[in-house]
C-alpha cells in the first residue's frame, strides 16, 4: 500500500515518510497522535486467508516479546485486504555500514517465497561481483555479534524461529551502539509446525541454510547459520558463497564454507573459529547460543530479560478449582449451558491453573476439544473476543477434513457459513469453506451479516 506524506491512518498515525519496501508491505515513519510518539508503521496486504491467519498468529506471540535486542511491536489493526502494526521505529546503521562503513554493492538478494516440489527451482538472476571492501571494526562486529546472539536466543527460548537473519533486519543505533533485530514477518513457531500446503522456501538465499535449501523446516539452528553467513559478511566484505541464488543454495548443500582468511589478511582466530562453527553444513554440529557465549566471552542473559519459555514449572494445589472446573465439564458433557469465570489478582496463576486442567483434560479424554483464544488489549481486530477461537476452529476443521469426503464436510457446514466466513476471513483457509460461494442475495448490511453469522 502506498501512502502519501501526511495522510492520517485510523484518524491516529499521521505518515512522516517511507522507511523502505518490501516483499511483505510498506514501513512508514508515522507520528502516533495517541502516545505522542513516532513509530515505525508497516502495511500488510493480505493475500489470502491463509495469510491473514499467519498474520494475526506471528503478531500475537511476538507482541509479548520484551529484549532490548528485539525491535518492539505495538498494534495490529486494518480491514478488508489492508493492515498494519506499528513497531518501535529504530534508527541507526545496518549492520554491514556499522561494522565496515559500507553495504555491499550491487548485491542485494531479494527474498524468495517459492512453493515447488525441487527446493532449488527459483528464479535466478546472473552472478554479481563487488569490488574489494574496505576492513572492518573489530570493536563495533564483537559487541554487534554478542548483541544479535542476544537477541536471537530471547526469540528462540520464546519457542520462534527468525528465518530471514541478514544484514538489512539488523540496525545499530550510533548513539548508543544498541543493535537490534527487526522485521519477523517470516517467524514461526520452532516447534515445526508448517501452516502451508507444499514445500515452501522463504528467507534470503545468501543467508539460508543448508537444510533450507533442501527443503527442510527452518530451526533455531538454521538462524545460526545466517547469523554465520553475516559474520564472514563483516569480516571479509563478501559472502561465502557467490552466484546466482540457485547456484549459491545449490553450493551449501554440496560444500563446506571457505575460511574468512581465504579472502582477506587480518582474521582474528577466535572470530573465524565462530564463523566456521555457525557454517556447519549439519545443523546437529552448529553451535548455539551458549557455546557462543562461551567463545565471545559474553554475558548470561539478565534475569528479565527474556521471555517465558515454552516450558513450564510444576504445577502443585489448586485441589478445589480443578473439582469445580471438572464438575463444569461433565456439567456441559451433559448438555447443559456453562460458563466458568477464572477469578483472582495478575499474576497469582490464573492462566496456569486453566492450562493445566485443559492439558489434563484432553490426556484422560481423548474426544476432547479444547478451542482457546485470547482477547488482545493491542489488537483493533474485529470481534476480537472470539477471533482467536475461530482461529483454532479452522486449524481443527483443516486437520479433521482430510478424514472426510467433500459431500460429508459441506453437509456437515452451516447453511450460512459464508456468512460467517465473511466475519471471520480466516474460515477460508479451511477447503470446503473456500469452494462455497456466497448465495445471490448475500447481503453486505453489517446487522444482517452479524445475525446470519452469530
Known amino acids: 500500500m502506498s ?79 489492508d493492515w498494519f502494526f506499528s513497531m518501535e521505529l529504530v534508527e541507526g546503521l545496518d549492520f554491514l555500514h556499522w561494522v565496515r562503513g559500507s553495504s555491499r554493492s550491487g548485491r542485494v538478494h531479494e527474498t524468495s517465497r517459492h512453493s515447488s516440489p525441487d527446493p532449488l527451482d527459483i528464479d535466478a538472476s546472473g552472478p554479481r561481483r563487488v569490488a574489494q571492501p574496505p576492513r572492518f571494526h573489530e570493536a563495533r562486529l564483537r559487541a554487534v555479534l554478542a548483541q544479535i546472539v542476544a537477541g536471537l536466543e530471547a526469540l528462540h527460548l520464546a519457542g520462534r524461529v527468525h528465518r530471514d537473519v541478514k544484514p538489512s533486519n539488523v540496525v545499530v543505533e550510533a548513539d548508543t551502539g544498541r543493535a537490534v533485530l527487526l522485521d519477523f514477518g517470516l517467524a514461526r513457531g520452532a516447534e515445526g509446525h508448517s501452516t502451508d500446503s507444499g514445500r515452501t522456501l522463504e528467507g534470503t538465499a545468501g543467508y539460508m541454510s543448508p537444510e533450507q535449501a533442501q527443503g527442510s523446516l527452518a ?129 497469582v496463576g490464573k492462566s496456569a491453573l486453566v492450562r493445566h486442567f485443559l492439558e489434563a483434560l484432553v490426556e484422560t479424554e481423548s474426544t476432547t476439544v479444547v478451542l482457546d483464544g485470547r482477547c488482545y488489549a493491542q489488537e483493533l481486530v474485529p470481534y476480537r473476543a472470539w477471533d482467536g477461537v475461530v482461529d483454532a476452529i479452522s486449524r481443527l476443521l483443516r486437520r479433521v477434513e482430510g478424514q472426510v469426503s467433500s459431500a460429508q464436510a459441506a453437509w456437515l457446514l452451516p447453511k450460512d457459513v459464508h456468512a460467517l466466513a465473511q466475519v471471520f476471513p480466516v474460515l477460508r483457509r479451511v477447503p470446503s469453506i473456500a469452494e462455497l460461494s456466497a448465495p445471490r442475495n448475500g447481503t453486505t448490511n453489517p446487522d444482517r451479516l452479524r445475525r446470519l453469522a452469530f
Open 3 to 81: 501512502l502519501a506524506t501526511g495522510a492520517v491512518v485510523r484518524e491516529r498515525f499521521e505518515i512522516r515518510g517511507l522507511l523502505g519496501r518490501g516483499g511483505m508491505g510498506n514501513v512508514f515513519r508515522a507520528f502516533d497522535r495517541e502516545l505522542g510518539v513516532e513509530v515505525a508503521l508497516k502495511s500488510v496486504r493480505i493475500a489470502s486467508p491463509q495469510a491473514f491467519y499467519r498474520l494475526k498468529a506471528e503478531f500475537r506471540t511476538l507482541a509479548d516479546l520484551r529484549h532490548r535486542n528485539l525491535v518492539r511491536l505495538g498494534e495490529l489493526f486494518g480491514g478488508d485486504d
Open 219 to 347: 530451526t533455531a539452528a538454521s538462524d545460526w547459520y545466517a547469523l554465520g553467513v553475516m559474520l564472514f559478511e563483516g569480516l571479509t566484505g563478501r559472502l561465502p558463497f557467490e552466484g546466482s541464488p540457485l547456484e549459491v543454495l545449490a553450493l551449501k548443500v554440496k560444500s563446506e564454507s571457505p575460511k574468512p582468511s581465504t579472502f582477506t589478511l587480518g582474521v582474528p582466530e577466535d572470530l573465524e573459529k565462530v564463523c566456521l562453527a555457525l557454517l556447519e553444513r549439519d545443523p546437529t554440529r552448529r553451535i548455539g547460543a551458549a557455546e557462543l557465549r562461551a567463545l565471545l566471552d559474553a554475558p548470561e542473559p539478565r534475569s528479565g530479560s527474556v521471555p517465558l519459555t515454552p516450558d513450564q514449572p510444576p504445577f502443585v494445589g489448586r485441589t478445589a478449582e480443578l473439582v469445580a472446573l471438572r464438575q463444569a465439564f461433565d456439567d456441559g458433557r451433559r448438555g447443559q449451558p456453562v460458563m466458568v469465570r477464572v477469578i483472582g489478582e495478575s499474576g
